[in-house]
């Protein structure tokens, strides 16, 4: 099936640093969706992303789609202590999800 | 709306034993899907339905059954529990616009010892 591969597994900032995850896929993907889930919650739908090249930026939080559509990125900029939370990148191919093992991001005030 | 509700929340089972979560999701969403949570494993796909009467099976359906007999429920059956199907379910559900977008239940915490 799909695979898609996120890094960093784990991330620990300091409150103000910024933040990035990837999510990389060794073929090209229809669309990629990213989502954030909050300790002992459930993952919360962010954005989705179809374009080749798209930006998109949703307060401090901006979303990358690669030029080749094999990859994508999430940057958060000056983290803060709302951040915690692991993010997930997922594709839908067909009728399925497929999602990223997700970044656990700590901000230690 | 009260979105995707799914109970219980935590389950204790024996090994052997049989038992359905439940999923019911108010939004008139065509789609539906069961997801397990593991350490650093993601949501993996068990089970989804683009509608009323039909299933097919995600990326780890063995050991689970499910059924959709109406647009609101999408009741996950764990048949004999076994100790590897420890982990944390969530139901979501989907419409077919242009996002696309996951609608995650609260999640069921389930142990078998």
């Known amino acids: 099936g799909q695979q898609v591969m996120q890094i960093p597994q784990y991330q620990h900032v300091q409150e103000g640093e910024d933040f990035t995850t990837y999510c990389n896929s060794s073929?090209?993907?229809?669309?990629i969706q990213w989502y954030k889930q909050r300790p002992g919650g459930h993952p919360v739908f962010l954005i989705q992303?179809?374009?080749?090249?798209e930006v998109k930026k949703q307060k401090r939080l901006t979303f990358q789609f690669g030029e080749a559509k094999k990859n994508s990125s999430l940057h958060i900029t000056a983290t803060q202590t709302t951040d915690v939370g692991t993010y997930f990148c997922?594709?839908?191919?067909?009728?399925?999800?497929?999602f990223g093992t997700g970044t656990s991001l700590t901000v230690i005030p | 709306n009260a979105g995707v509700t799914q109970t219980p929340k935590f389950q204790v089972l024996k090994t052997g034993q049989s038992m359905t979560l439940q999923c019911a999701q108010d939004?008139?969403?065509?789609?539906m899907s069961w997801y397990r949570q593991d350490p650093g494993m993601g949501l993996r796909l068990i089970h989804y339905?683009?509608?009323?009467?039909?299933?097919d099976q995600g990326e780890v359906p063995n050991g689970y059954n499910v059924s959709r007999s109406t647009t609101e429920d999408f009741p996950l059956r764990l048949l004999s529990a076994a100790p590897s199907q420890t982990s944390v379910y969530f139901c979501?559900?989907?419409?077919?616009?242009?996002?696309?977008?996951?609608?995650f239940g609260q999640g069921t915490r389930l142990t078998v010892v």
């Open positions: 073929t090209t993907l229809s669309n």
């Open positions: 979501a559900s989907s419409y077919y616009g242009d996002e696309f977008e996951a609608f």
């Open positions: 992303l179809v374009k080749s090249g």
């Open positions: 939004m008139n969403h065509e789609y």
């Open positions: 997922a594709l839908l191919t067909g009728n399925q999800f497929y």
């Open positions: 339905s683009v509608g009323a009467g039909i299933t």
